[in-house]
């Protein structure tokens, strides 16, 4: 199977005379660079030259003629291959016309992977020819089970979105080796304006567009990613709510015991709800909770410091003397051998808050919040922040502190430098 037209097809008639040919002094923009230069192409691995014109020292009486080398995958080379200029073009303007839109097109085939003889593709296996959207579902089926659920709904998202942007423009026998950069930015732009989602929610969308196809060019079903090019917008620093003082308090003193043990939790480890209604009893170790990388958020396993607040609670509540395998958090508030549902704690501390009349923002992961800003503003210690936050580098941690409205400490205004002027 051939992934480009064979050679007859440039040796015969897929150039079409036009009458209304561009005037010999146009300029052909898309011309690449020197002919007597071999270019790798971008999108696929085989070399070629650009076409030239060979017009006979500009003798209109000869045979004028368009020269180019295409790249020959069964003797490994390049192989010169030409074409002529048609007798029905009389004058001097008019053949160097034709000579122009023939190695416009022909330059055009050459750069998007035009060769001779069987693709590398074919050579490496008998592969599917996939379109867009049947790629998508591939890598949906294939990596459903090693992602997490939130996860797993914007890869949906995503796959239902593009099935209808393709059958809105009418692609949906679009071959995936033929999307380019130009198909996924229209459809990026469409899904911006369709949904009409912000900043923020674009990137996370783009991330897992280029997600899918990093995930093909890994499984060596695509050579590259159409959406590479694509770059994320700008966005703002985070607005992260954190509970002031008398917030706190109004939610301890109106949280059920067990609502309050999961505010403790999150407080003072930092660990995010979700991954806390998955740990078990066996994580916890002497002097740290260990999250394992199936847990975790960012996939990474890490340990986190256990401060002496969170240990008198863990005491408190018999922790280590019970089974390994029982989940670290019930309905109880206690360890249990059945994780809690998704939204239980979540929704326990929206009717708190509903029942107390305070604002949408104060949600049951603020308390990581309050415990991050608790912490950086007793010990202004961000090295330890941002390793009980377990991020990846000291500048993530310092664009979430600042998301709280933290980092704005400044020297004492005696130590300031002053000329004495």
Request: charged share 25%; net charge positive; with cysteine.
């Amino acid at each position: 199977m051939r992934t480009n037209r064979p050679s007859s097809y440039l040796e015969g008639h897929i150039f079409p005379s036009e009458p209304e040919s561009e005037p010999a002094t146009r300029q052909i923009l898309d011309f690449l660079g020197p002919a007597e230069h071999i270019i790798m192409s971008a999108r696929d691995t085989y070399p070629y030259r650009l076409a030239q014109l060979s017009d006979a020292g500009g003798d209109i009486s000869k045979r004028w003629r368009v020269i180019f080398y295409v790249w020959d995958t069964k003797t490994n080379k390049l192989v010169r291959r030409q074409k002529w200029i048609s007798a029905s073009f009389k004058t001097k303007a008019q053949k160097t016309a034709e000579a122009n839109r023939l190695i416009k097109r022909i330059n055009e085939l050459l750069v998007d992977g035009y060769h001779l003889g069987e693709s590398q593709q074919t050579k490496k296996s008998s592969q599917q020819i996939w379109t867009w959207a049947e790629a998508f579902d591939w890598v949906y089926q294939h990596r459903e089970p090693s992602i997490r659920k939130r996860s797993i709904q914007t890869l949906e998202l995503i796959r239902t979105e593009l099935k209808e942007w393709i059958r809105i423009n009418n692609l949906d026998h679009l071959p995936i080796q033929h999307v380019r950069f130009e198909h996924c930015d229209a459809f990026m732009q469409w899904l911006r304006r369709k949904r009409n989602i912000g900043n923020a929610t674009y990137n996370n969308y783009l991330s897992f567009l280029k997600l899918n196809f990093n995930y093909l060019v890994s499984q060596q079903r695509l050579d590259y990613s159409p959406a590479a090019r694509l770059h994320p917008l700008h966005t703002d620093e985070p607005e992260n709510t954190h509970f002031p003082s008398a917030i706190k308090t109004k939610f301890l003193e109106a949280y059920p015991e067990e609502l309050k043990i999961m505010a403790q939790y999150i407080y003072y480890s930092f660990i995010r709800p979700g991954e806390l209604r998955k740990l078990q009893v066996k994580h916890i170790r002497d002097n740290s909770i260990f999250v394992p990388g199936h847990i975790s958020k960012n996939r990474k396993s890490a340990h986190v410091l256990i401060p002496p607040a969170l240990e008198r609670l863990l005491q408190d509540l018999h922790v280590r003397k019970m089974p390994p395998h029982f989940y670290l958090i019930s309905h109880n508030g206690k360890p249990g051998p059945k994780p809690v549902s998704t939204n239980f704690f979540n929704n326990r501390h929206l009717q708190v808050r509903k029942d107390l009349g305070l604002g949408r923002e104060y949600t049951l992961y603020c308390w990581k919040h309050t415990g991050v800003t608790d912490t950086y503003r007793q010990t202004r210690d961000i090295e330890f922040v941002s390793r009980q936050c377990r991020h990846s580098s000291l500048d993530m941690t310092k664009r979430y502190l600042r998301g709280l409205g933290l980092l704005l400490e400044f020297p004492d205004q005696g130590e300031l430098p002053d000329l004495g002027l």
